[in-house]
T-cell receptor, first 116, second 113 residues
Framework: DTAVSQTPKYLVTQMGNDKSIKCEQN?????MYWYKQDSKKFLKIMFS???????INETVPNRFSPKSPDKAHLNLHINSLELGDSAVYFC???????????????FGSGTQLSVL | GENVEQHPSTLSVQEGDSAVIKCTYS??????FPWYKQELGKGPQLIID?????GEKKDQRIAVTLNKTAKHFSLHITETQPEDSAVYFC????????????FGQGTRLTINP
């Protein structure tokens, strides 16, 4: 069983379209994330979300919005896609631990988004 | 905020040799430093981490060293094998919360048979 699964693996679409990427984790973690990896492999956090708060990286355009129907899912909706949105998007999850212990991130295998 | 610089961006070594990847960080209050390995077509996976109260940590063929004074930490892989070929990311974090992790730019490591 894949711990963090995201679909689709590849997404090719036209500029201006609206698309969604789905993510599910079966680890029982309480926090989920979306990361963007650009063509130079640079990894940047977009959102983190648990049932208490949504933390948004201030550089993320408001065309991007996370939607969490329940604790095990965090989907990413993108409106009015632009050429610059082309990248690999990774979902991840972690379990908030007691003070002094560190949260290990578990990543999905990524969604390659190509905007034409 | 935190800034993490990683070098080199690409590294090629002969199988059996050692590989070293270095990172520097800017925030002296950072206290947690993980390393992630990303294989082709997969997401990053944690391979080793170190906290600021420890100078070195080892797990079989991989080790991480931390120099808090100089604000740099390094990943050492000994007796490299073809399956070590991947992109490696260092990261640094101040305080708690995985969302505070700041990643380096990544190093593409190639092991030549």
């Amino acid at each position: 069983d894949t711990a963090v699964s995201q679909t689709p693996k590849y997404l090719v679409t036209q500029m201006g379209n609206d698309k969604s990427i789905k993510c599910e984790q079966n680890l029982g973690h309480d926090t989920m994330y979306w990361y963007k990896q650009d063509s130079k492999k640079f990894l940047k956090i977009m959102f983190s979300y648990n049932n208490k708060e949504l933390i948004i990286n201030e550089t993320v355009p408001n065309r991007f919005s996370p939607k969490s129907p329940d604790k095990a899912h965090l989907n990413l909706h993108i409106n009015s896609l632009e050429l610059g949105d082309s990248a690999v998007y990774f979902c991840a999850s972690s379990q908030e631990r007691d003070r002094g212990r560190d949260e290990k991130l578990f990543f999905g295998s990524g969604t390659q988004l190509s905007v034409l | 905020g935190e800034n993490v610089e990683q070098h080199p961006s690409t590294l090629s070594v002969q199988e059996g040799d050692s590989a070293v990847i270095k990172c520097t960080y800017s925030d002296s209050a950072s206290n947690y430093f993980p390393w992630y390995k990303q294989e082709l077509g997969k997401g990053p996976q944690l391979i080793i981490d170190i906290r600021s109260n420890v100078g070195e940590k080892k797990d079989q063929r991989i080790a991480v060293t931390l120099n808090k004074t100089a604000k740099h930490f390094s990943l050492h892989i000994t007796e490299t094998q073809p399956e070590d070929s991947a992109v490696y990311f260092c990261a640094a974090r101040r305080g708690r919360g995985a969302q505070k992790l700041v990643f380096g730019q990544g190093t593409r490591l190639t092991i030549n048979p």
